[in-house]
């Protein structure tokens, strides 16, 4: 390693694949009991009593994380809680990943250096193995994909297809922010353009910036539903938009909604910076995305046991499917509930 | 399905995520007992009594694949077999796989379809399910992650490293093949640049073209050993190229090898080839790679069982680690193997 500093730019194609995953790979240790074998074979080897569940996403610079913006150790934890959240709103635990890096010679073994930091610290934050992977060059900067995998509670995995009619809609934490962080990066990435060398002051950003850089999947609220003795009916996390989310979970349980406008979660911090870029923060809470909250709907008979806690927020109910899906504005009129998303085309 | 063949241009932007992911899925099944819950969730979920295997492989457009000589249903095929390569090489079956698609705007709807057929016609061949995946835009090009998930035999998954002094090295089928399919590809793409209207005569390429192009993964083989009543003591599969694989064994099982130049399987077609393109077939069959053989190690009392079989060649046998790893000429003179690899610096 002493060496490697005193070169701070050793590029990836002098060194050999097998060569580089070692490196990036040798300060990862399993702990978990179902990894039976890591890294370093044909296929790792896992051990599950009961059901499996298994996620995979794709992460590609330039249309899921500019770099211009991103540090490398951010989006190396990011890309692995992206994925942990898919686990945990199955309401699974997350026990192993594997990740593969494609990367064009424009990025040094330092730069992958820092990407693993963030991988590993991601792993070790959430307690889930790294046994996997694989490295390549890429023609044009960098794509990341990540698989994860755990194993699913013994009360069986919770889907998006359980919803019932007078179920309560519950969602953790506050939801709009890490879109607006996005914006705000943007934003100061084109002041930068203009003048180089001004300094931005992002005092009163931070929140909403580390939603975007630091997005954190809810294990926690796994583990509180458990002491609170809560199954939900169905649950999914938010990573295209709350509107996006809970019409999937209507479609895939045949079931209307009312979502109430003033009942969604906002931080004091995205409602004043949505006044600054003269946006509607319910706009934003229900199309902007990237927010790894976890939705979910529960049995009224619940109520009870979540309504005292400042994690879960009641945002609506379940109505039968004739009824639509229905967003019911702070003046209790009702419009159709939509999924428009920001910056691609959901249907 | 009628509309799309009137018009064979669908702009994959035209399309919202999720319709996209539908339409691509719509014809693929769940077959295997243990997918319980497959595409359409936040993840799958899977059942294995016993332990499961998890292997996953990138292929990066330019880098892995060329689609001036590629179908992209080849291209789908092969995407799946090379995932379900690595799992065969741990004596595992097959069950699942989730695969990742990036495609740039050059991409239709049309071409996906295409790609997608691959995929199907692998996962029928293989009876593997497809469980879930990924579809995003790309900046430039195609890049496909694939995971692939399997069980492991009763007996234990084979790993690398148990390979003892005076093991057989055991190959199936026949090596070298795929490497100067591609060679003949590429030197057909140079002349067709030159002279577009010039039609290939590519008869006599038959073999080596398709070994490229459509690679097989030896389900075959395990069942084979199966039935022989032969346990490996260590395997592999041939993706890097014989001398890099056996290596990786060596190294693992800490001991050394005999390989012997004048046992090395190469179908007559690859020794024609080479002969015209003046290459040493032992260098293309050693340093070749993409063969998607496997490479084992078998106890000499195994012998018996496997030496009448034409899918199996014995090529070397294991040494004590200080004898090193050596290549064993025709001439009987003996130098060290080296992985060299083409296209990749090894170690």
């Keep these: 390693m002493i060496e490697q ?30 990894t039976i074998v890591g ?18 996403d ?35 635990n997350a026990s192993q990943v594997l990740v593969s890096i494609a990367a064009s010679n424009r990025f040094t073994l330092e730069a992958l250096d820092e990407l693993y930091q963030g991988i590993k610290l991601a792993c070790e934050n959430y307690g889930v193995d790294l046994v996997g992977g694989d490295t390549t060059s890429s023609v044009k900067g960098m794509q990341i994909s990540v698989t994860a995998i755990g194993a699913t509670p013994k009360s069986g995995p919770i889907l998006r297809k359980g919803a019932k009619e007078n179920d309560l809609i519950v969602v953790s934490g506050d939801i709009g922010s890490a879109f607006m962080g996005l914006k705000v990066l943007e934003r100061e990435k084109e002041v930068f353009k203009v003048n180089p060398k001004n300094q931005p002051d992002l005092e009163k950003y931070t929140y909403i910036i580390e939603r975007q850089l630091k997005p954190e999947a809810r294990k926690d609220i796994i583990k509180l539903l458990s002491e609170l003795n809560v199954v939900p009916t169905s649950m999914i996390d938010i990573s295209d938009g709350l509107s996006s989310e809970l019409l999937h979970i209507c479609k895939n349980s045949e079931v209307g909604c009312d979502l109430y406008e003033n009942k969604i979660p906002l ?27 976890l939705l979910m709907t529960i049995s009224q008979k619940d109520f009870p046991k979540i309504k005292a806690n400042p994690s879960l927020t009641v945002i609506g109910y379940i109505k039968d499917k004739n009824s639509g899906c229905n967003l019911v504005l702070r003046d209790n009129s009702s419009v159709a509930l939509k999924a428009r998303g920001w910056g691609s085309k959901e249907d």
Tied chains: 1, 2.
Aim: proline share 2%; charged share 20%.
């Design 58 to 92: 794709m992460l590609i610079e330039g249309v899921h994380f500019d770099l211009s913006y991103m540090p490398l150790k951010h989006l190396g934890y990011k890309s692995i809680v992206v994925n942990l959240s898919d686990l945990y709103a199955m309401g699974a």
């Design 5 to 34: 500093k005193k070169s701070s730019h050793t590029k990836i194609d002098s060194i050999g694949e097998f060569t580089l995953i070692n490196h990036l790979t040798k300060n990862f240790s399993s702990k978990q009991k179902s």
């Design 267 to 293: 931080d004091p911090q995205l409602i004043s910076v949505c006044e600054e870029f003269k946006l509607d923060s319910t706009t934003i809470a229900l199309n902007g995305g990237e927010d790894y909250e």
């Design 39 to 56: 890294i370093g074979d044909d296929a790792a080897v896992l051990n599950f009593n009961g059901n499996a569940v298994v996620t995979t």
